[in-house]
């Protein structure tokens, strides 16, 4: 599900039929990175995680069309398997840079994952809900479940 709460933030909420730490598992591994962050849209061609304070990622896909797309950021803060705060920059437009919160919470075995995405003006969260990623998005996430359920 994606909400607007205000007029810079996106709101992402997903459930999985999986524990949090198998989602933080896929979430923060390259290899499992490579197999479902970009959906059905395409390869990813390299995910880089540094996966600490200071530290640093980036994802690069090509697309179905040929074009390559690439985003990076630095983590924040990290508190293993319940949240993750980084930036987050679409290279194509340098100037973006977001603010990403991500907090996983488990009851019964399922977990929810809720991404709040931190626009710096109205105008880049539009641009952002405008590209097109809620249905890649969808996508990718329905393939973290499937990676997550089968770690388990």
Do not use: C
């Amino acid at each position: 599900m994606v909400t607007l709460p205000t007029d810079t933030q996106i709101l992402i909420t997903r459930e999985f039929a999986a524990p949090k730490h198998l989602v933080y598992q896929t979430w923060t591994t390259p290899d499992l990175i490579k197999r479902w962050w970009s959906g059905d849209r395409g390869e990813v061609t390299i995910a880089e995680v540094d996966l600490r304070v200071g530290g640093t990622w980036r994802y690069v896909m090509t697309a179905n069309g040929g074009f390559e797309v690439a985003f990076h950021g630095e983590y924040r803060e990290i508190v293993p398997n319940e949240r993750i705060v980084s930036t987050e920059v679409y290279e194509a437009i340098p100037d973006g840079e977001a603010l990403t919160t991500l907090e996983l919470t488990e009851e019964d075995g399922r977990t929810t994952l809720t991404l709040l995405v931190q626009h710096a003006d109205k105008e880049s969260r539009d641009g952002h809900i405008n590209s097109g990623m809620e249905g890649g998005m969808q996508e990718g996430m329905d393939h973290l479940e499937k990676l997550a359920i089968a770690l388990g």
